[in-house]
């Protein structure tokens, strides 16, 4: 199974910082990766998809990069309701596999 | 708008078997995948199987094969996963989510609320 490992786990930051993720993937995945939002509670809601296409109702303020191993989270500039936990996906060889997750929270 | 609404919380004894619903609404059924994930308390998300709406296809993990099995009333577009042999480390919240595109642009846009399966004696 590809293994995806997200970093860093754990990120304070303030609002209005600028904010990466990394995921990498353990093989080549092409473009073939989804990131999600979950806030505790809830079910994850989709926000990149094929590595860096927005989905539809997402702030632009998250944009997404990256192929082959290494794909980059980002958000421009962080807003109080993005405090909240971001997992990857990677979608192109099943078993589909999700990262550990980045857990965000107010500095 | 696209909506799957879940069964609700079970709570079974180890060696039960759980069978969740997932209703869908405001799409056509058999056009997308249906996918299954779950999260154990504290823990990541993790992706169980799909099984396409239209044919009854499945493909599960390997963790899980033999344990699971997905299905669907198309009449009433719903789609079930049930899992037997259930242990107290099976305890997790389920979500079905809703399974869009192709190779890159493979997604899962839109998910249930969740059904919380508590494994205990």
């Known amino acids: 199974d590809i293994q995806l490992t997200q970093s860093p786990s754990f990120l304070s930051a303030s609002v209005g910082d600028r904010v990466t993720i990394t995921c990498r993937a353990s093989?080549?995945?092409?473009?073939?990766l989804a990131w999600y939002q979950q806030k505790p509670g809830m079910a994850p809601k989709l926000l990149i998809y094929a590595a860096s296409t927005l989905q539809s109702g997402v702030p632009s303020r998250f944009s997404g990069s990256g192929s082959g191993t290494e794909f980059t989270l980002t958000i421009s500039s962080l807003q109080p309701e993005d405090f909240a936990a971001y997992y990857c996906?990677?979608?192109?060889?099943?078993?589909?596999?999700f990262g550990q997750g980045t857990k965000v929270e107010i500095k | 708008q696209v909506q799957l609404v879940q069964s609700g919380t079970e709570v079974k004894e180890p060696g039960a078997s759980v069978k969740v619903s997932c209703k869908a609404s405001g799409y056509t059924f058999t056009a997308n995948y249906i996918h299954w994930v779950r999260q154990a308390p504290g823990q990541g998300p993790e992706w169980m199987g799909w099984m396409s709406s239209n044919s009854g296809g499945t493909f599960y993990a390997q963790k899980f094969q033999g344990r699971v099995s997905m299905t669907r009333d198309t009449s009433i577009g719903t789609a079930y996963m049930e899992m037997s042999g259930l242990r107290s480390d099976d305890t997790a919240v389920y979500y079905c989510?809703?399974?869009?595109?192709?190779?890159?642009?493979?997604?899962?846009?839109?998910w249930g609320q969740g059904t919380l399966v508590t494994v205990s004696s």
């Open positions: 996906e990677q979608f192109n060889t099943y078993p589909s596999t």
């Open positions: 093989q080549g995945i092409s473009s073939s």
């Open positions: 989510a809703r399974g869009s595109g192709s190779d890159n642009w493979r997604r899962l846009d839109y």
